[in-house]
């Protein structure tokens, strides 16, 4: 291991790593902030302008959809070319490779139907270029998928990968009872050129640039054993960065980024900020798309199989213009929806709702975290890849368990998303518990009758709990509560709630609950043979639910034939009181 050195100067060798041969296989290593996904980009630019690479023949595979996403912007800027280079997913690449098998449960099956169908459809023939971003994340199978793939490309085709095994943080998805070593790792052993970058883009700021430097050595060490690691890069931390005990009231900072190591240390920060009025996003596992509320703004009463320009542009105008909802200008909202499903010249409502309700909607009708304003609240692995001015890193007083390496990598990379500033959140990590369905619960060790549930999961609310009949007697009473919710101009929103209805305010009904969060406090409920009594919730903003055809006979029109609807963004732990029941003497 080569200890890592930031340069001063202005040549780390990434204009040789940029204008390699086509041919030419490599892994490029980097620390945080040194340019690896601009490198990837500027490759591609290069192999198409100076190399005369087709740019259907290039494919670039990245961990993440906002890192797709980055890296077609990025290109687009360049070159413009960035619809015909291939930029996908590696769980994308997987369904591409065995799409006769759409059916798979889940990504891992994908994967594995994809390796299972070695060798390669004829449809890689094409690639002359393999490029892959944060190839330190692809672990277990999917890092054997790659592997597979790059052995079975032509000794013609190119490959670069990018990577850095210090913000290698997903060791838990390597389900193998013998975990290989990194695929970086496997491919230099197997040949590949090993080339570094070693300039620093992200910080200008001294003390975070002596933590990016004295960090990743730290974690790279392999003097160190794991403990060593975690308390040398814990005093980096120190010397780095201010600690601060509560985190601070902050009000319109777009630009913060507040982290956690754990989904209920941002639910219960999300309830803290809720109850002190202050506007945040989320981004963590277990929420909702953040499809935006302008969709369902303007589609929800759109009964006709298709979108024109000119109807939709009415519809901006009469619900959308104006309000906090407007985050486009009605021009890049209907290239966003012609783009996602074209039909002709209008947009073809079938086929957008088909696209908005895969598990992974098109990225340009995402936005990438719930909520409307304020800084965002997310856990380091939700976040990865990203970097904000601003970073608030909670730095727990006391780990859970003896510290692993996987642990003092993900303080590392929470660290290094600041550009700017960072400052230390003194944290006790939240010990919460969990039911089957993975929703969060804690009881309050002073009074064993009073938990808080984790509110705003997927399923929380599904559309017969908002156009449903048997939520709403009447159409009537479905717009007005769709009304209040266009209205709102501000969030958070306290909401009141009972076991049937969220209730705002003058005791208008906004939504019911699923079932599911109905099975989930009852579960609860025989844990102390109490019957449960619930208080408010919080929402931060509103979205699109997007429905199937299977919902239709149960709604309200015209929400049973449009397929959208706008849903409240639910956030926080909502406390119950759960009283005893005295049982009746006869």
């Keep these: 291991m080569r200890l890592f050195e930031f340069k001063l100067s202005k040549d780390d060798g990434r204009k040789d790593i940029i204008a390699a041969p086509a041919f030419a296989r490599m892994v490029v290593d980097g620390g945080p902030g040194t340019g690896k996904t601009a490198t990837a980009c500027s490759r591609v630019a290069e192999l198409i302008r100076s190399q005369n690479i087709p740019p259907p023949s290039i494919l670039v595979i990245s961990f993440t959809r906002i890192a797709v996403r980055e890296i077609a912007e990025r290109i687009t800027r360049d070159i413009g070319e960035a619809v015909s280079v291939r930029i996908i997913t590696l769980d994308s690449l997987a369904a591409f490779l065995s799409p006769e098998h759409d059916g798979a449960d889940s990504h891992d099956d994908q994967i594995r139907l994809a390796l299972s169908g070695l060798p390669f459809s004829q449809q890689l023939s094409p690639i002359r270029h393999l490029i892959v971003d944060e190839a330190h994340d692809v672990v ?45 790792g496997r491919l230099v052993e197997a040949g590949m050129a090993q080339h570094s970058l070693t300039i620093l883009h992200r910080t200008h700021n001294p003390a975070l640039t002596r933590l990016f430097t004295q960090g990743r050595n730290v974690v790279l060490s392999p003097r160190l054993t794991p403990k060593a690691r975690h308390q040398k890069l814990n005093r980096a931390l120190l010397r780095a960065a201010p600690v601060i005990e509560t985190l601070p009231i902050v009000i319109d900072q777009d630009d913060l980024l507040i982290l956690f190591r754990y989904r209920a240390d941002v639910v219960a920060a999300s309830q803290a900020m809720c109850e002190q009025g202050v ?64 039909l002709d010249n209008d947009v073809g409502i079938a086929k957008l709702r088909e696209k ?53 990598r993900v303080l590392f990379v929470g660290a290094t998303r600041a550009k700017q500033t960072l400052t230390l959140l003194t944290h006790h990590p939240a010990t919460p518990l969990v039911l089957p369905t993975g929703r969060l619960y804690t009881s309050d060790a002073q009074n064993p009758d009073h938990f808080r549930v984790e509110m705003g999961l997927d399923d929380d609310l599904l559309p017969t709990g908002l156009a449903g009949l048997s939520c709403f007697d009447t159409v009537s009473q479905v717009q ?31 939504a019911g609950h699923s079932s599911q969060l109905h099975y989930d406090i009852d579960a609860l409920a025989p844990l102390m043979r109490l019957t449960p ?26 929400w049973a034939q449009s397929g959208f609807i706008v849903a409240p963004i639910i956030t926080g732990t909502c406390p119950m009181h759960f009283e005893r029941i005295t049982p009746i003497k006869f």
């Design 480 to 510: 007005k509560a769709q009304a209040i919710l266009a209205e709102l101009s501000s969030f958070p929103i306290r909401l009141d709630l009972d076991l049937n209805h969220i209730i705002l305010f003058n005791n208008q009904y906004i």
């Design 356 to 408: 908005l309700l895969q598990a992974s909607p098109p990225l340009d009708l995402c936005e990438p975290d719930l909520g409307f304003t304020g800084p965002t609240l997310g856990t380091i692995h939700a976040s990865k890849g990203r970097e904000a001015p601003s970073v608030i890193l909670a730095h727990p007083k006391h780990l859970r368990r003896s510290p692993s390496d996987e642990e003092t």
């Design 279 to 342: 506007a945040h996003r989320l981004r963590m596992s277990g929420l909702p798309p953040a499809i935006p509320a302008w969709i369902g703004l303007t589609l929800s009463s759109h009964q006709d199989p298709t979108l024109s320009r000119s109807r939709f542009f009415g519809y901006w105008d009469q619900k959308v213009d104006g309000t906090l909802h407007a985050t486009l200008d009605p021009q890049q909202a209907w290239d966003r929806l012609f783009k996602t499903a074209p």
């Design 140 to 184: 277990g199978i999917r890092a054997d998928l790659v592997e597979a793939l790059i052995a079975h490309l032509p000794p013609e085709c190119g490959v670069t990968i990018f990577a850095d095994d210090a913000q290698s943080i997903y060791d838990f998805a390597d389900k193998s009872r013998t975990p290989k070593p990194s695929l970086p």
């Design 533 to 558: 009594r619930p208080r408010q919730i919080f929402i931060l903003g509103l979205r699109t639910l997007v429905f199937h055809p299977e919902h239709y006979d149960a709604l309200h029109s015209p």
